[in-house]
C-alpha cells in the first residue's frame, strides 16, 4: 500500500514538478513518497512550533480556520523554493482548504510555480476550491 501511494499521488497531474511541497506530519509522509516516485526534492511545510531556530530567512503564513477551527502558522526556508520551481502540494486529506491554501500563497511568495495539491482523500468542504486551488485527490470522502 505504502509503495503504491507516491506513484498513484504523483500520477494525479500532468505537469512534472520540480519540487514537492508537504505539510507535517501526515502531508510529510505522503509528500516524501510522492517526491520519491517523481524523483524530485521534497519540502516539509513546518507548523511554527517545529521550525529551527536559525539564521536562514523562512516564509510564514497563518491559515485561516482549519478542520479543527485553528489558525496554524506554516512555513519553511526561503531558499528551499526557487522562483523557476513548479510545486506540487501533497496531503493525505483535504477539508476546509485553509493548509492548502496557504502552501499556494507561500510558494507564490517565493515567485515559483503552484501546479496543485495532490490529496489522497477529498473531503473538501467548499467545492469551488477543487477547482479554484485545484484538488485532485485518490479518493472522496463519500467513498468511505
Ligand atoms: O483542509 P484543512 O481544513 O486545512 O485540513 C487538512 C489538513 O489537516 C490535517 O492535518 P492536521 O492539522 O490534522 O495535522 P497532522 O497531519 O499533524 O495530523 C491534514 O493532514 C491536512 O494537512
Ligand atoms: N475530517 C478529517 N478527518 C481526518 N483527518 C482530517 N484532516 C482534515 N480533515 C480531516
Do not use: N
Not at 531556530?53 to 519553511?76: C, I
Request: hydrophobic letters at 45%.
Amino acid at each position: 500500500m505504502l509503495r503504491e501511494l507516491g506513484p498513484a499521488l504523483a500520477g494525479l497531474y500532468d505537469e512534472a514538478p520540480t519540487v514537492v511541497l508537504g505539510p507535517v506530519s501526515r502531508g510529510s509522509l505522503v509528500g516524501a513518497l510522492t517526491a520519491a516516485a517523481l524523483r524530485v526534492g521534497f519540502v516539509e511545510m513546518r507548523k511554527q512550533d517545529g521550525s529551527a531556530v536559525d539564521s536562514d530567512r523562512w516564509v510564514r503564513r497563518t491559515t485561516a480556520p482549519d478542520y479543527q477551527d485553528r489558525h496554524v502558522v506554516f512555513g519553511f526556508r526561503r531558499q528551499l523554493i526557487r522562483s523557476g520551481d513548479r510545486v506540487l502540494m501533497v496531503d493525505d486529506w483535504i477539508d476546509t482548504g485553509a493548509t492548502a491554501r496557504v502552501a499556494r500563497a507561500l510558494v507564490e511568495d517565493c515567485g515559483a510555480r503552484w501546479i496543485g495539491a495532490a490529496c489522497v482523500v477529498d473531503g473538501l468542504t467548499d467545492p469551488r476550491l477543487r477547482h479554484d486551488l485545484p484538488v485532485r485527490s485518490l479518493l472522496d470522502v463519500r467513498q468511505l
